[in-house]
C-alpha cells in the first residue's frame, strides 16, 4: 500500500509580493479579499465607530482576549500580566475586547493561574483598568475614544482550576467524541440546573463589580468550547437548559436580564464560536483528521450534519436573540483550539497537543472571513469584530484594510499578532508599515507553553520571554513532537 505523502503548503514569508500572495490564494482556492496598497490617507483602519450607547471607538482595530496563565492561584494579575495588558492599552487599537478570560467561579478556572474577579480581588481589576486608561493616554493623547470589555467566564469541559496539567471537567451533556477523547465516561456527572442557577448568579455578580471597576462593557463568553459555547450544542441535555433552542440559549438570556437589572448601563457583547466541526486527531503522518461518528453529527453549533462543513442557520438565529436582547457588540471565532485548533486559530506550526493542519492556513483564515462577511451581511446593525488574521502575517494589513473598505466587518481583531508584535496598529495607522522582525509566524509557542503547564507568551520573538527558562523547555518539548 501506498503511503500517503503529507500535504506541503508555502510559507507565508515565502509570499514576498502582493503578486506572489495573489497567485497563491488562487493555486489553493482561498477566496481573501486583498487590497494591494494601503492607504495614506482616510484609511477604513482610522474610521471612528459610534456605538448605540453613545460611546465612540476610535479606529477600527480590536484587540482580542488572550490569557496568559500568569496570575496568582488567588486571581490575583501577576508583572507578566500587568505588562501584557500595558501592550494592549498603547497598542494603538481603540477597542480592548475583554483584555482576557476572567473567570467568575473558583472551579471554573482554565488553569490555576487564571485571574478571577471576586470581592477580594476587585482592587487590582480597579488598578488594571485604570491602568488602561493612564497608558493609552500618555501614549496617545487621550482615551475618550478607547472601549475596553472585561471577558466572563466559565471554562466548562475544559476546567483545570487546581492543576496546570489535571482537567477536573464541569460538562453539560455526555459529548459522544469529547467524553472519549478526554478520558470521561459515559456516567461522568452533569453539571445539574440548581449548579447552573446559582453560576447565573456568579456572572451577574462579576459584572456588577466589572462596572463598578470602571470596564465598559462585559463578554460573556460563547467560544471555544468552553460552557458558554456547550449550552448552544446541548441538544440532548433535559430540562431548562437544553433541547430547545430557547433552553439552550436560557443560560445566556438569565445572564443578561440579571445584569439589566443589577448592572444598568454596562453593555454586553459576546464572543461567539459562530461555527463548529468535528473534533480532530492527529493520524498516522501527524496531520489532523476528524474522528470518525456514526450517522449524523449533531454537536457542532453553527456546524452542518456530517461535521465537515457549516451551517449558519442557528448561528442567524442567535445573532436575532442579540438584536433582541439589544445586544450589539459581538465578537466571532471558529471551533475550539482544545479540538480542532486549525479550525480556530490557522497555523502552519501545531502546539504540542495539536497536529499538522489538514489544510493550507489560508484556507482557515478565508473560512473566517467568509463567515463573519455572511453574518455582517445580514446583520448589518450589529458591531462585528472578526478573527482568524494572524496567519498573514506581514500582509494582515493589506487584507484587514479590504474587508472593512468591503463593509465585510467592523473591526479587524487582532490575537497572537500583538503578543510578539504589540504596537502593530500603531504602525499600521501611522503609515510605518509592518516591522518584520516582529511578526507574529504562528509557530504556536505561545499555546504549546500553557498545554504543559507554562506560562503564554511569544518566545520565539519577544526578548522577554525569549531568555525565560520556559523558552528552553518549549524548544525541547518541540523536539521530540
Known amino acids: 500500500m501506498a503511503t500517503k505523502s503529507r500535504p506541503v503548503f508555502k510559507r507565508v514569508a515565502q509570499l514576498k509580493t502582493a503578486e506572489d500572495l495573489t497567485s497563491y490564494l488562487g493555486e489553493i482556492g482561498a477566496d481573501i479579499p486583498f487590497d494591494a496598497d494601503l492607504a495614506t490617507t482616510n484609511s477604513p483602519y482610522g474610521q471612528p465607530y459610534s456605538l ?26 501577576s508583572e507578566h500580566t500587568k505588562r501584557r495588558w500595558h501592550h494592549f492599552a498603547i497598542s494603538g487599537a481603540k477597542l480592548l475586547w475583554g483584555c482576557e478570560a476572567v473567570a467568575v467561579h473558583p472551579e471554573g478556572r482554565a488553569n490555576p493561574n487564571q485571574l478571577m474577579i471576586n470581592d477580594d480581588t476587585f482592587p487590582e481589576f480597579v488598578s488594571l483598568y485604570e491602568s488602561l486608561i493612564k497608558d493609552h493616554q500618555e501614549q496617545f493623547g487621550s482615551a475618550d475614544d478607547l472601549v475596553i470589555g472585561l471577558q466572563l467566564t466559565h471554562s466548562g469541559r475544559f476546567c483545570k482550576p487546581f492543576d496546570k496539567k489535571k482537567l477536573q471537567p464541569k460538562i453539560l451533556y455526555a459529548h459522544p467524541v469529547l467524553n472519549k477523547k478526554f478520558g470521561l465516561g459515559d456516567d461522568y456527572p ?53 433541547g430547545s433552542f430557547e433552553n439552550r440559549t436560557r443560560f445566556l438570556t438569565s445572564i443578561v436580564e440579571g445584569i439589566r437589572n443589577e448592572a444598568p448601563g454596562l453593555e454586553i457583547g459576546v464572543r461567539l464560536s ?82 499538522l493542519p489538514p489544510e493550507d492556513p489560508l484556507v482557515g483564515v478565508a473560512r473566517h472571513l467568509e463567515v ?70 504562528t509557530f504556536s509557542d505561545c499555546t504549546t507553553g500553557p498545554r504543559n503547564g507554562m506560562i503564554s507568551g511569544c518566545f520565539p520573538l519577544d526578548p522577554y520571554y525569549k531568555q525565560m527558562e520556559e523558552a528552553k523547555l518549549i524548544k525541547e518539548i518541540k523536539k521530540e513532537l
Open 52 to 77: 448605540n450607547s453613545g460611546r465612540t471607538v476610535g479606529n477600527r482595530f480590536c484587540i482580542l482576549p488572550m490569557e496568559g496563565w500568569d496570575g496568582t492561584t488567588d486571581g490575583i494579575p
Open 190 to 242: 452533569v453539571m445539574s440546573d440548581e449548579d447552573i442557577d446559582s453560576l447565573i448568579e456568579d456572572f451577574i455578580q462579576a459584572a456588577v463589580l466589572a462596572q463598578k471597576a470602571g470596564f465598559h462593557f462585559v463578554d460573556i463568553k460563547h467560544c471555544h468550547g468552553y460552557l458558554g459555547h456547550e449550552f448552544l450544542s446541548a441538544i440532548d441535555r433535559g430540562g431548562k437548559y437544553g
Open 274 to 355: 459562530a461555527i463548529d466541526l468535528l473534533p480532530f486527531t492527529q493520524a498516522e503522518d501527524k496531520v489532523g483528521e476528524p474522528y470518525e461518528v456514526t450517522g449524523n453529527y449533531n454537536y457542532a453549533f453553527g456546524g452542518e450534519k456530517s461535521g465537515l462543513s457549516y451551517d449558519l442557520t442557528e448561528t442567524k438565529k442567535f445573532l436575532h436573540l442579540l438584536e433582541e436582547l439589544d445586544i450589539e457588540l459581538l465578537c466571532i471565532t471558529a471551533g475550539s483550539p482544545y479540538y480542532n485548533p486549525h479550525v480556530t486559530r490557522p497555523a502552519l506550526f501545531p502546539p504540542s497537543d495539536g497536529y
Open 372 to 441: 463573519v462577511a455572511a453574518l455582517k451581511k445580514d446583520f448589518p446593525n450589529l458591531a462585528i469584530v472578526g478573527s482568524g488574521y494572524s496567519y498573514l502575517q506581514e500582509w494582515l494589513p493589506n487584507v484587514g484594510q479590504a474587508v472593512l473598505k468591503n463593509g465585510d466587518v467592523d473591526f479587524v481583531g487582532i490575537g497572537r499578532m500583538v503578543i510578539s508584535y504589540p504596537e502593530m496598529p500603531a504602525d499600521v495607522l501611522s503609515g510605518e508599515g509592518m516591522k518584520r522582525a516582529k511578526v507574529c509566524r
